[in-house]
């Protein structure tokens, strides 16, 4: 039975929200969402005004939540808006491939696992990393010094020589 269900069910048996939030162990403004009239409206505007507050929002969210992370929440320490927003208003370049990157433009850039997940790497925010959408492909679930090698190889292939 889904949570929604459960918190239906106890609320028509006459339980309080307090009562429900122990038996069931989630938040009251969980059961407000599915219980309180025009609730599931309320928080969706208020997603709406974050968003316009914050346009990377949705990104963060992505990074989060594309791998199911349950140690991170939205609300952690580690992802702070305003921290979040300090950062990005000091990022200026893409950390994998130097080019410009405008972050008052959510389409220039988005949010990169320098370590991958795939590889031992977090949701955190040390591990967070801002690149351009095209070099974020190009890396995919590789680490840095692999993604490294392959453009080295890339180059190679095509005659380039590769001097550090």
Not at 8 to 31: D, F, V
Not at 69 to 94: A, G, H
Request: hydrophobic share 25%; with cysteine; proline share 2%.
């Amino acid at each position: 039975m889904e949570l929604k269900e459960q918190i239906l069910n106890l609320r028509e048996e006459g339980k309080s929200y307090k009562q429900i939030e122990k038996e069931l162990g989630c938040s009251r403004s969980t059961i407000s969402y599915h219980c309180g009239l025009g609730q599931k409206e309320k928080a969706y505007q208020r997603v709406v005004k974050q968003r316009n507050l914050h346009p990377w929002l949705k990104k963060q969210e992505n990074f989060i939540d594309r791998y199911k992370d349950k140690n991170i929440t939205y609300n952690s320490k580690y992802f702070d808006r305003v921290k979040i927003q300090e950062y990005l208003d000091s990022v200026t370049k893409c950390y994998l491939s130097g080019r410009e990157i405008d972050t008052s433009d959510v389409t220039t850039y988005q949010f990169d696992h320098i370590v991958p997940v795939s590889k031992g790497g977090e949701s955190t925010f040390e591990n967070l990393g801002v690149t351009t959408p095209e070099a974020n492909y190009a890396k995919g679930n590789l680490s840095v010094e692999e993604f490294i090698e392959l453009c080295k190889d890339v180059l190679h292939n095509f005659g380039y020589k590769v001097i550090k």
